[in-house]
Structures are given as structure tokens and as C-alpha cells.
């Protein structure tokens, strides 16, 4: 087969460093479905998605060997407007936090994040052109962050997810990973959807929790400031959303893989199975109040981002941690998912430092309006 010289350079790469990042489950090239505007474009997807002939292992050794019967939709979407679909990559043990063997590509010896670790690596260091992944908490915008790229988590439920591995329904939502946002919004137009340029304004600042490490506090406030963007307080607290959305991804995850659990036992992942363990626990009248509680929580954030169509906020707690048996914690991004809304991960400036991102939400169907933004704050921070 003969590959566009985009998809070549990317092959070379893979063989060139798939051996110390690891990003890749299976590369095995699979010719577009049609002519397109994504012609010559090679993608990832993380081995959630269902594919079909390729390997489909959800990034657990129960599962290891398995391929896939068909496409995911999204997949399949991609494929259809020219795409090429260069392989699979690694993901957390079912997309939870027991991690993958993927190494983080600006430094080796620290974590990519999670859950989609393989997508967010192979961008990041030139072996793909755009990936795809998904996001039940933050496994979009923190791997995005932790690897100096642009992680974009549509409106829930914008991108379709048939095929992808369910874990919380409520939650569980699609995501793209590109090197730049001007990429992102390309990809974005490519595949179907309205891109604007006028970007709303004034954009937005929210408190920094005392949780966040320095580093990424001295970065915020550095791009918050050199944006000139004003300081607003949210109607509800993050934190407390961010809670009440692990109570519903405890509630719905313990039931999506509770037979799995059944047969396997903690060979499903350690983290996976407590999960599952504490989310049997869940009483059924306590999930119910979770979920009136969120919907509370997006009508409050519907008037807020109403009155401040952009709001800025760190989209990791640091930079990577050191080591590969933690993915990092979601808690900077679990609330918006829970929320609904469109979020991007735009890479701070960091020289030679480990790479940070600045999170920009916008309110929900508003993904023309936030990437218009979001393309004004890569061009205002790299100035």
C-alpha cells in the first residue's frame, strides 16, 4: 500500500520510538472507507473503541488476544471522510486508573496520564497526526495536559460513542487529541462541524483550588493575567460537583463490569475492582439524589456561562507526576464532564519545564465559540 507522505512520516516515527514510549497496542494500517476532506490523515484510536480486525483489548490481559467484530461509529465516521486508521492504542485496565505501560513522551520516567494514555503519547511525540479517546472524569484533558498537547472533550453525547466501552453512561463521552489548536479546529471543520472566528469575550479566571501544586498555579495566573481575563467566582463549588459525579461513576461503573467482576475476580485491575466493591455499596435513593444534585449543578453553570462564555481554570493539579504506577488525579476536570460542557486543553508555555495545561470551558453545544477562543489564547500565549 502506498501511504500518503503524512502517514509515512508517522510509521517512521513509530518505528523510530514506539520502543521507549509505548504508546501502541497494535499498528497495523487500515485504508479509508472513502475520499474525503481527511485524505492522507492518519489517526489513533484508544483500544476501547471497537475496530474491527484490530486488536480490541480494553488494556486488559483478560481480554488479551480479542479483535474487533466492526467499527466504533466514531471510528467508522472518520474512516468514511478519508481517514486512515494507523492502530490501536494502550488505555488504563478498562479505562480506569490501573495504569498502561505507555511513557510519557517529553519525559520518559513520568506518567502520560489516563485513561487515554496511548492516544495522547502517540500525538505528542509525532506518531500520529490526531487521535481519539474518551473521558468519563479527565482522561482527555489531563493526559492532554501531562503531555504539552490540545485535548478537546466535546458536548456529551455530540460525539457518538456506539462501540465505544461503556463505563458510566452519564458520564462516558468521546474525545480528539491534535499538537495545536489550530489543528483541532481544522479537524473539527473536516469533520463536519461549524468553526468560527470571532471569539467571545472577556474571558474568565476561576478561583485556584489550594489543591493545585505550585507549578501550575505560577502558570495559570501568568496566562491569566498576560489574557487579561477577569476573576469570577463559580455558582457552585467544582470540588463538591466533582464529588458527586465519582459517586455516579462508582454507582454506574460497578454495574457495567460487575459480571466481569463476577468471573474474574481483581484480575480485572485492582483500582477497577475496589471501584466496583465500593460502588455495589451505592444505594440506589443515594445515586438518585446524585443525579438530581448534578442537574442542579448544570442549571447554575448554564446562567454562569451565560453571563462568561469562557472560563479558565488548570487543567491537571501539576505537571506529570514522577513514575508510571499513577495516571494522576481528575478532579480539575471530573466536574465539567459531569457538567456536559465542551472543555480544551490548551499547552501552556513551560520552556524546557514539564509541560501544563490551561483548561477553557464553554457552555454546553458552544464548541465553535470555545475553540474560537481557544485558538485566540494558543496565538495570545505563545506571543
Known amino acids: ?11 517512521a516515527r513509530i518505528r523510530e520510538r514506539e520502543g521507549e514510549v ?14 474525503g476532506p481527511l485524505s492522507g490523515t492518519g489517526f489513533a484510536a484508544k483500544d476501547t473503541f471497537e475496530t474491527g480486525g484490530l486488536a480490541t483489548e480494553y488494556g486488559s490481559p483478560i481480554y488479551a488476544g480479542r479483535r474487533g467484530t466492526s467499527d466504533a461509529a466514531l471510528v467508522e465516521m472518520l474512516r468514511r471522510r478519508g481517514a486512515v486508521l494507523l492502530g490501536k492504542t494502550q488505555t488504563t485496565a478498562f479505562a480506569y486508573f490501573d495504569p498502561a505501560p505507555t511513557r510519557n513522551p517529553r519525559r520518559l520516567t513520568h506518567t502520560p496520564g489516563g485513561s487515554s494514555s496511548g492516544s495522547a503519547a502517540a500525538v505528542a511525540d509525532g506518531m500520529a497526526e490526531f487521535a481519539i479517546g474518551s473521558q468519563t472524569q479527565g482522561s482527555v484533558i489531563r493526559p492532554a495536559s501531562y503531555c504539552g498537547i490540545v485535548g478537546f472533550k466535546p458536548s456529551h453525547g455530540l460525539l457518538p460513542v456506539e462501540g465505544l466501552l461503556p463505563f458510566a453512561p452519564t458520564l462516558d463521552t468521546a474525545g480528539l487529541f491534535t499538537t ?15 468553526v468560527g472566528d470571532s471569539p467571545p469575550q ?33 455558582p457552585v463549588s467544582l470540588d463538591e460537583v466533582f ?25 480485572i485491575g485492582v ?54 504506577t499513577s495516571t494522576g488525579n481528575p478532579i480539575m476536570n471530573g466536574a465539567w464532564t459531569g457538567l456536559g460542557v465542551p472543555v480544551v486543553s490548551v499547552p501552556m508555555p513551560v520552556g524546557q519545564a514539564l509541560p501544563l495545561g490551561l483548561q477553557l470551558a464553554a457552555d454546553r453545544n458552544q464548541e465553535e465559540r470555545l475553540l474560537a477562543a481557544a485558538f485566540m489564547v494558543e496565538n495570545e500565549l505563545a506571543a
Open 1 to 11: 500500500m502506498v501511504w500518503s507522505e503524512s502517514i509515512e512520516r508517522a510509521l
Open 22 to 35: 509505548r504508546a501502541w497496542v497494535e499498528v497495523s494500517p487500515q485504508p479509508a472507507l472513502a475520499e
Open 180 to 194: 495545536t489548536v489550530s489543528r483541532m479546529r481544522e479537524l473539527w471543520a473536516q469533520m463536519g462541524f461549524p
Open 202 to 234: 472577556p474571558l474568565a479566571a476561576l478561583p485556584v483550588p489550594d489543591h493545585v501544586e505550585a507549578p501550575m498555579r505560577q502558570a495559570f495566573f501568568s496566562a491569566v493575567a498576560q489574557l487579561g481575563a477577569i476573576q469570577v467566582d463559580p
Open 243 to 267: 464529588e458527586t459525579i465519582r459517586l455516579i461513576n462508582d454507582y454506574e461503573g460497578s454495574r457495567t463490569f460487575r459480571t466481569t467482576y463476577d468471573e474474574h475476580g481483581r484480575r
Open 271 to 324: 483500582k477497577l475492582a475496589e471501584l466496583i466493591e465500593r460502588g455495589l455499596r451505592v444505594a440506589e435513593k443515594d445515586y438518585r439524589m446524585a443525579l438530581d444534585n448534578l442537574q442542579q449543578a448544570r442549571r447554575a453553570m448554564e446562567q454562569c456561562l451565560a453571563a462568561y462564555p469562557i472560563l479558565l481554570s488548570p487543567a491537571a493539579q501539576g505537571p506529570p507526576p514522577e513514575g508510571l
